[in-house]
């Protein structure tokens, strides 16, 4: 279905990124401008310099720029202001969808979303960050798996850091509309957003409201089913009617060397569908649902000293639901739940020891969480309830050994080597104990040229769910029979499967990074992963012969071979293989008048002064 959109965004009081530069260079005495660097020297006294004869070695050390992440792993790609403007996007979630092809890793069991960092460090959730508008952003640094590391991560994630700009203040309303080409249905989204950065902290809140309407089978070319006694297309909806109200608040504040952050974020969901008219009535037959959600979270990042800094964060998550659905026998169906997830995260980070090749960087992470989810349903006469609860606890560490350094001039002609190891126990309360080890190297034999290799070998368990969900069976389920080519009416049994047991994942990762000339922003990465799974859990699948040769227990047959029972409960498979060939260029060059290209140049400057 084709929609036309349109949209009204008003910025009632901002400060440009350009103004903002001006401002932090004014008041950012360290970052030097381009102008300041490159002043003409003072004349030379006659037959001599300036200083006489001797001249005194210099030596320049350069430092990373402000809010990198800290470790040896360099990002991929680095998008600047001009970058991120290019995008056109509305706020930093929109962003994020953008860049989900570069963000995207293929290593690990959790879809592939990415690490978010604000500034180098942890935050609580993405609730934290997802309001904020691309104006405020300074810059962001997308970094390999291996950077996760550092953090208290596993290494199958890869790390989006957000650096935000010292200063900006900016109130939007933007209006949203769309509808289809065809008629029917349309849609409006109104958003209120404020934000205030500054050196102290930020305030950022946001309100939103989106709403759809339905989309009735009459409004397309829907040929009522013959079946029907009279055709009730207009009481028939393809998309429900549906609402959002969307309240998300953030504040941060400096305490001394500690950044404090807390968030708070409340969702309600309408959604109203008409599922056609009952023998006998007029008035048709609806489904209606409601969603309410409450997230809560707060982050306290602060340093030990000058090299070991420290991270707290805590969630709870709160959803309770709840479906009504009217059936033609003049009874209403039911399903409602609650769930709650709760956690609470630890890490320290920083050099141990002191090599001639460099630090020897640690990070050790202790987390908890706890999930639990109550639920009771009637559907067709049969009452169900379930009750599910997990209780984890973990503890992971990392460790970087330096062995060559071109800078230190150890071992140069090697160029920069470092190697890695880390670990985690996790312990659960309805499964055991699971444990992941891992290893890798980071090798850059000359500038521009950097090659990763990594290995990690984890347990993963059974989610709560799949162990300890209700066992229903439902009688009168039609399936086609592949064995004796037919169809039949069979009773599946659904349900959670208490004897599933753990899978084991192991990954290898080869990266390499290149980018040939270091003042030209060009680069070619290229990634290789192979993942093999022993023991993967998965739903069980469609009843073909060969499911059914495979899984014999999974299938009951009458005395004449009929088919009359499936378990379709979660299973173990034996094992499975993924490949993985990932490349790419990344190239960005101004296309811009001289003022525009000035301004991009001061942006430069003070995100990397050096």
């Not at 089913?225 to 009730?232: G, K, L």
């Amino acid at each position: 279905m084709r929609q036309a959109a349109w949209m009204t965004a008003v910025l009632m009081t901002t400060v440009s990124p350009v103004a903002m530069a001006a401002d932090q260079t004014g008041s950012s005495a360290p970052s030097a401008t381009p102008q300041q660097a490159e002043q003409e020297p003072e004349p030379s006294a006659p037959g001599g310099s300036a200083m006489g004869d001797d001249v005194e070695e210099v030596v320049i050390t350069g430092s990373a720029p402000r809010g990198s992440v800290p470790g040896d792993v360099k990002p991929e790609l680095v998008l600047n202001p001009a970058d991120i403007r290019a995008y056109g996007v509305g706020s930093l979630a929109e962003l994020l969808t953008e860049l989900e092809p570069q963000t995207r890793s293929g290593r690990g069991r959790g879809g592939g979303a990415p690490v978010l960092l604000l500034s180098g460090r942890r935050i609580s959730g993405f609730g934290e960050i997802r309001d904020i508008p691309p104006e405020a952003i300074e810059r962001i640094d997308i970094l390999p798996e291996e950077a996760a590391l550092k953090l208290g991560y596993r290494a199958d994630q890869r790390v989006v850091n957000i650096v935000l700009r010292r200063r900006f203040r900016s109130f939007t309303v933007e209006l949203d509309g769309s509808a289809a080409t065809g008629g029917g249905t349309a849609g409006q989204d109104v958003e209120l957003s404020m934000l205030r950065l500054n050196p102290n902290g930020r305030i950022n809140l946001d309100l939103e409201y989106e709403r759809d309407s339905t989309l009735l089978e009459s409004e397309r070319d829907i040929i009522p089913d013959a079946a029907f006694p009279r055709p009730d297309t207009q009481f028939r909806s393809l998309r429900p009617e549906t609402q959002n109200l969307t309240m998300n608040g953030v504040f941060s504040r400096n305490i001394g060397k500690t950044v404090a952050t807390a968030n708070l974020r409340m969702e309600q969901n309408w959604s109203d569908s008409l599922l056609g008219l009952p023998t006998g009535r007029t008035d048709p037959l609806e489904r209606s649902s409601e969603t309410n959600t409450l997230q809560g979270g707060v982050s306290f990042n602060g340093d030990i000293s000058t090299k070991w800094r420290w991270s707290l964060t805590g969630n709870w998550d709160r959803i309770e639901s709840r479906t009504l659905t009217d059936r033609d026998t003049g009874l209403t169906d039911w399903a409602q739940s609650v769930s709650n997830v709760g956690s609470i995260d630890g890490l320290v980070n920083g050099p141990l020891a002191d090599l001639p090749a460099g630090a020897i960087n640690t990070s050790l992470r202790l987390s908890g969480r706890t999930s639990d989810l109550d639920a009771q349903s009637r559907r067709a006469g049969q009452y169900v309830a379930t009750d599910i609860g997990r209780t984890s606890g973990s503890a992971r560490a990392n460790l970087d050994l330096p062995i060559a350094s071109r800078n230190k001039d150890v071992l140069s002609p090697i160029g920069n080597l470092s190697l890695n190891a880390n670990a985690e126990v996790e312990q659960l309360s309805d499964f055991g104990t699971l444990f992941t080890y891992g290893y890798g190297a980071n090798w850059s034999p000359v500038d521009g040229l950097r090659m990763l290799a990594s290995f990690t070998e984890e347990e993963g368990a059974p989610s709560a769910q799949q162990l300890g969900n209700p066992v229903l069976d439902t009688p009168n389920v039609r399936v086609f029979d592949f064995v004796r080519g037919e169809s039949v009416d069979i009773t599946r049994r659904d349900g959670g499967n208490p004897g599933l047991s753990a899978d084991n994942r192991s990954v290898m990762k080869l990266g390499l990074n290149y980018q040939p000339v270091q003042k030209i922003d060009l680069s070619f990465n290229v990634d290789y992963t192979k993942s093999i799974v022993r023991d993967p859990i998965a739903s069980f699948p469609t009843a073909t012969a060969e499911i059914e040769a495979a899984f014999p227990d999974r299938f009951v047959r009458d005395g004449s071979g009929r088919l009359i029972r499936i378990d379709n409960r979660p299973v173990n498979f034996a094992r499975s293989e993924r490949e993985q060939i990932r490349w790419g260029i990344n190239f960005s060059a101004p296309i811009a008048s001289p003022l525009a290209l000035a301004a991009r140049e001061i942006d430069r400057a003070i995100i990397d002064p050096d």
